[in-house]
């Protein structure tokens, strides 16, 4: 079995030199305070006896933690996939290896390997720090390991659209402010959408409310939605969900057709088997 | 190996390269001479597979490009004239990339770069960081990249521009054991003396077409033929036609509406003379000069000088 050269490459350059381990060191060493000031502060409130520690506080940090890496991702796999074709044009390597007889496909998937790779390693580095609040209970095995499943479908997602801007315009920094464009337009622009469709549709007088299936139709592309759905359940009230959770309707028969996290995920996996074959199209003929 | 049938290279609605052919075949040396923006570039890199055509046919080993672009580059070894390398590798890392882009297997990778470094001279460069390196150890490093995968053509872009005198003499021996190796080779250059002394053919390319082509001898032979001389006078042209007949050096003369022209043999300093015996004459001659696009017009372009050329080939 051959491992992707591009990989290959991407990981030794990448991985040489003090960047990375020191940018890895940072990273944990926020989480670590992040941490600590979530219990310190707890301590401080009740007094310092875990016989009247509140597992919510447990939960609370784990959930901050936990969309604080889903921003990193969001905002970090861009950086690096936006750059991965156009950056290769740019320092005058692409037509080097466009002119090998390895397929254009490969190169697209290994360079979303690498930007994936990269992110997860922050993720899972962080593992062991999640897993202290998640020894404090509240949180199960299985949340963990779904998570990562969304982190990892979020990245894809992410990736492909910055791969593919990447190769369809000849400058990084387009590529960069395009990839950033659509993300804000997934977080921000359905939200916005929905919030108009909830002033339209809304009846004055009984103050009508949205269906959790009507916010879905607006919000599946949205990795927010999915993300706190996932994070608290569908009863919520706790950080992020809150800000759905207000404006939706609840009671017997209004459960979502599918769960927003699933919704999302099928979404990422849809936009990625789109984008990367369409990437390595654009590449294959310039 | 190289067959180029009727090459149509368009940009939008500027024609690069206007129906351009050629064939090289197993074992020749060609050299693609023009001036800068003639088409070269655009040529290969069609040959290399990293460009679409607008019309024509291009086969490598009887593989078409477009078709099959990935059996065809299997076939073809492509260095660009200009290309960059990666920061944080090392000389033997790039290689090895460029080995497992090309599918070779991982135990022959390293015998096939220390092979390959030896015959660039880098053998030495083995573990310097590709970025440190000079631009003439870059480029023969690109040319080692080029040959993994043991192409039957090599397609060379300009190898020689940007390097000082001795690293185009390194350049130049490696590129005749390459020769020696039976490679067939397609070399660019907007200087034919460079190529002169190395090719078997050459071909001559302006603005997306070839002007002339064949071997060596045969196009010294036909440059030094004749010159066209475009001469404007002022009212009749009767005495003027008169007054070149009587030169030695002008052949057969045309006259058109507007100007004479004049089929001329001979060098700068005899057309310097035609000009004076015309003006001695008392003919009004208000424009006097050398024919726009023709070859020797070219061929000062890309020599420098056709004596140049023809002390080279007599060597
Ligand atoms: N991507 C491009 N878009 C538009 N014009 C181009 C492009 N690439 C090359 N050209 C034009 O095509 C012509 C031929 O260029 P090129 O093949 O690089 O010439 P050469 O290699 O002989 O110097 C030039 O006039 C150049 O300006
Ligand atoms: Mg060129």
């Known amino acids: 079995m051959k491992i992707n050269p591009v990989i290959e490459k991407e990981l030794r350059i990448k991985m040489r030199g003090w960047r990375s ?15 600590f000031f979530g219990f310190f502060e707890n301590i401080f409130d009740i007094g310092y006896s875990f016989r009247t520690f509140n597992p919510r506080t447990a939960y609370n940090v784990y959930n901050a933690l936990a969309s604080f890496q889903l921003v990193l991702l969001t905002l970090i796999v861009p950086a690096v996939t936006a750059g991965a074709i156009s950056g290769e044009r740019e320092r005058q390597t692409l037509d080097l290896m466009l002119c090998t007889n390895f397929s254009p496909l490969s190169i697209i998937i ?65 590529a960069n402010i395009l990839t950033y464009l659509t993300l804000m337009f997934l977080h921000f622009g359905t939200l916005v959408l929905f919030a108009f469709y909830v002033r339209v549709t809304m009846d004055p007088v009984n103050f009508t409310r949205p269906t959790f299936n009507e916010a879905l139709a607006f919000l599946f592309a949205n990795p927010m939605f999915g993300f706190s759905y996932l994070l608290e359940g569908p009863s919520g009230g ?49 | 190996m190289l067959v180029i049938e009727n090459l149509v290279k368009k940009y939008g609605r500027f024609t690069a390269v206007d129906g351009l052919s050629l064939e090289i075949g197993p074992g020749h040396c060609y050299g693609f001479v023009g001036p800068n923006g003639a088409g070269k570039t655009t040529t290969m890199k069609i040959v290399a597979g990293l460009l679409r055509p607008t019309a024509g ?50 135990r022959k990778r390293a015998v096939i770069t220390d092979q390959l470094l030896e015959l660039v001279n880098l053998t030495d460069k083995k573990d310097a ?16 990249r080029s040959l993994i995968h043991d192409p039957d053509l090599l397609i060379l872009d300009e190898p020689a521009s940007g390097l000082d005198p001795r690293a185009r003499i390194d350049m130049k021996e ?21 190529l002169s002394e190395m090719c078997t053919s050459i071909g001559i390319i302006e603005k997306g077409k070839m002007v002339i082509t064949g071997t060596v001898a045969e196009i010294v032979r036909k440059i030094s033929q004749k010159r066209t001389l475009k001469i404007k006078v002022l009212g009749d042209t009767e005495p003027a036609v008169r007054l070149l007949q009587e030169q030695v050096t002008v052949g057969s003369i ?53 004596a140049a050329l023809e002390n080279q080939s007599g060597n």
């Open chain 1, 238 to 286: 706790g950080t992020i969900l809150s800000l759905f959770t207000m404006v939706l309707s609840y009671g017997a028969g209004n459960a979502p057709v599918v769960p927003p996290w699933v919704a999302n995920m099928i979404f990422d996996v849809v936009v990625a088997a789109v984008l990367i074959p369409l990437s390595a199209r654009l590449l294959r003929r310039p």
């Open chain 2, 174 to 194: 490696i590129l005749k054991e390459l020769r020696n190796m039976g490679k067939t080779i397609l070399i660019s250059s907007h200087i034919l003396p460079e």
């Open chain 1, 110 to 174: 290994g360079k979303i390997a690498v930007s994936i790779a990269q992110i997860m390693l922050l993720i899972v580095a962080s593992m062991p720090i999640l897993g202290t609040v998640f020894l404090f209970g509240g949180v199960r095995i299985t949340d963990l390991l779904l998570l990562i499943a969304y982190y990892l479908a979020t990245a894809l997602m992410v990736a492909s659209i910055g791969i593919f801007f990447s190769t369809l315009f000849k400058k990084t920094s387009v």
């Open chain 2, 57 to 106: 046919k291009v086969r490598v080993a009887g593989i078409d490009v477009v078709e099959n672009p990935r059996e065809a580059k299997a076939k073809i070894g492509y260095m660009p004239d200009f290309f960059g390398v990666y920061d944080n590798l090392k000389v033997s890392e790039y290689m090895e990339f460029y080995c497992g882009l090309y599918g070779v297997e991982y």
């Open chain 2, 129 to 144: 960081y590709v970025d440190t390196l000079s631009r003439g150890m870059k480029q023969r490093l690109c040319l080692a």
């Open chain 2, 254 to 306: 045309t006259v058109g509406n507007e100007h004479i022209e004049v089929e001329f043999e001979g060098d700068n300093n005899q057309m310097a003379d035609i000009l004076r015996s015309l003006v001695k004459g008392g003919i009004p001659v208000i424009s006097f000069g050398e024919m726009e696009g023709s070859l020797e017009n070219i061929f000062m372009q890309v020599t420098g000088g056709a």
């Open chain 1, 21 to 35: 381990p020191a940018l890895l060191a940072v990273y944990l060493a926020i989480l670590g305070l992040v941490i």
